[in-house]
Nanobody, 116 residues
């Protein structure tokens, strides 16, 4: 009964910025990992960034230095600040939540389009 709702996607020119938000509700365990995947058109889904309840962050090499993941634990909300966006960042971005059972929950996705 976990629900993840993303917001903040849209259209932006190359070099611009967007901030994605994801709010989790339902049976949220105290210790968890939240993060973001993305799926470019016609390509495989790929991991973008993760952040644990303790604040440990990991990034894909393709976004490291440009994207920043953060969270508000009391609100079970995760953010993805995306700077210096490139056309290859165009994708559907999905919020995720992983709990101690290793179950991975997914949001509905939000479209990010970067024009050249």
């Amino acid at each position: 009964q976990v629900q993840l709702v993303e917001s903040g996607g849209g259209l932006v020119q190359a070099g611009g910025s967007l901030r994605l938000s994801c709010a989790a509700s339902g049976s949220i365990f105290r210790f968890n990992t939240m993060g973001w995947y993305r799926q470019p058109p016609g390509k495989q889904r790929e991991l973008v960034a993760t952040i644990t309840s303790g604040g440990t962050k990991n990034y894909a090499d393709s976004v490291n230095g440009r994207f920043t993941v953060s969270r508000e634990n009391a609100e079970n909300t995760v953010y993805l600040q995306m700077n210096n966006l490139k056309p290859e960042d165009t994708a559907i971005y999905y919020c995720t939540l992983r709990v101690f059972t290793n179950t991975l929950y997914w949001g509905q996705g939000t479209q990010v389009t970067v024009s050249s």
